[in-house]
């Protein structure tokens, strides 16, 4: 099995900043990937980022140029900076590790941390 612990999540006022850390433990030997999906109040979990082993991200497009993910491979953690956050960022975000199994590569995911951004 894999828990995770999830930390960072807050209310910022719009434009302020806050960081996210997310580390994996347990049963694990190699992490494909990790990133962070966010899930808003009537809407479907979307993609905001996510890091390869060798450092390749993929970003969301509404928050491209403001968020930073980044990974410490020993550590099994990743984390996301984000900045100039906006109302529309308020979201619970979810960590997510896809990692080898004897089945095949597969998704884990922490119970989420909240972002609220509000004046």
């Known amino acids: 099995q894999v828990q995770f612990v999830e930390s960072g999540g807050g209310l910022v006022q719009p434009g302020g900043s806050l960081r996210l850390s997310c580390a994996a433990s347990g049963t694990i030997f190699t992490i494909y990937s990790m990133g962070w999906y966010r899930q808003a109040p009537g809407k479907q979990r979307e993609l905001v980022a996510a890091?390869?082993?060798?450092?390749?991200?993929n970003y969301g497009d509404s928050v491209k140029g403001r968020f930073t993910i980044s990974r410490d491979n020993a550590k099994n953690m990743v984390y996301l900076q984000m900045n100039s956050l906006a109302p529309e960022d308020t979201a619970v975000y979810y960590c997510n590790a896809n990692i080898a199994r004897y089945e095949g590569p597969t998704d884990y995911w922490g119970q989420g941390t909240q972002v609220t951004v509000s004046s």
């Open positions: 890091i390869t082993s060798i450092g390749r991200t």
